[in-house]
């Protein structure tokens, strides 16, 4: 995947960070960066065997993090509806 696309598809990151992240990624063999010298220079990257090895671990750790996003979520909106009913008393 071209640098450009990754940088679009990351929301809220800046090319310095991205370049961070990649070269760690790169550097720990989860990723590889191939580099076409051609005007302008094409930099693209890669996912390695060894990332294909924990992708599905990282989806579910993924899904288990927006569960409990949802639960912590609804439990804030829950709190925040009980606190403001009417003929409560909040300071009590």
Do not use: C
Request: no cysteine; proline share 4%.
């Amino acid at each position: 995947m071209r640098f450009g696309v990754l940088r679009k598809n990351v929301a809220g990151i800046s090319s310095r960070v991205l370049t961070e992240r990649l070269r760690k990624l790169e550097n720990k063999g989860f990723v590889f960066r191939h580099y076409q010298p051609t005007i302008p220079p094409a930099v693209t990257y890669g996912i390695t065997d060894r990332m294909k090895d924990i992708e599905k671990v990282l989806a579910q750790l993924e899904g288990l993090a927006r569960k409990w996003q949802g639960e912590e979520t609804h439990a804030s909106t829950k709190a925040t509806v009980t606190r403001t009913e009417p003929g409560t008393n909040a300071h009590a």
